[in-house]
């Protein structure tokens, strides 16, 4: 279990790793789906207010660790909170970045952001992946991009580089080199 798995499961109102409870009772009645909604839809992808940030920062904290937990040290990974991540998100969001989170019957399971035409962290929890949220959050994430989708992931990152290329995203030659042992690259849509 990594090490905000506990904090996780407090603010998204689940345990870690459990099916969380019908959540329709905790939204304000304008953000509540209507029984017919959460019947034929289950999925339900929000824009992310300062009060969801939370349970946003929480989804990003347990992901990002499990997504980097092959390229980073015990000591980096544990910095990664979901206190530190609402900092990060909050700093993201007061420099124009839209946050989308996906819910599932209630349960956030992931989240990604955008920035003109710049999407960045789409993270989905481990124990949700490979269920299609991944992709759901990305093709809703393109949707809101003024110009052609642009993204970074890291050189490494096969999984996500598949995702991405499935979804039409190609690599441009670009790169960042962050360490001597990792980099990330540029993949543009079209």
């Known amino acids: ?7 996780v499961g407090a603010l998204l109102n689940y345990p870690f790793g459990r ?7 905790a939204l304000p009645p304008d953000e509540s ?20 940030l939370p349970q946003a920062a929480a989804i990003h904290s347990v992901s990002w660790q499990a997504s980097h937990q092959a390229i980073c040290s015990e000591a980096f990974l544990s910095i990664h909170t979901p206190e530190h991540q609402k900092k ?10 839209g946050f989308y989170m996906l819910s599932v019957k209630g349960k956030p399971v992931g989240i990604v952001s955008v920035h003109k035409s710049l999407i960045e ?5 481990p124990e949700e992946q490979n269920r299609g949220y991944g992709t759901r959050l990305l093709r809703h994430a393109i949707e809101k991009c003024d110009q052609a989708p642009t993204l ?13 290329e499935r979804t039409g ?22």
């Open 88 to 97: 990060y998100l909050e700093q993201a969001m007061e420099n124009g970045a």
């Open 33 to 52: 789906p209507s029984k017919e909604e959460t019947s034929l839809n289950p999925f339900e992808i929000k824009k992310v207010k300062y009060a969801d």
């Open 121 to 125: 962290n789409l993270y989905v929890l």
């Open 1 to 7: 279990m990594f090490p905000a798995a506990e904090k």
């Open 152 to 164: 970074w992931i890291l050189e490494k990152n096969e999984g996500a580089r598949r995702l991405y």
């Open 169 to 190: 995203f190609r690599m441009t030659g670009r790169m960042h080199t962050l360490s001597d042992t990792i980099a990330e690259c540029e993949m543009r849509l079209g």
């Open 19 to 25: 099916t969380a409870p019908q959540a329709e009772a």
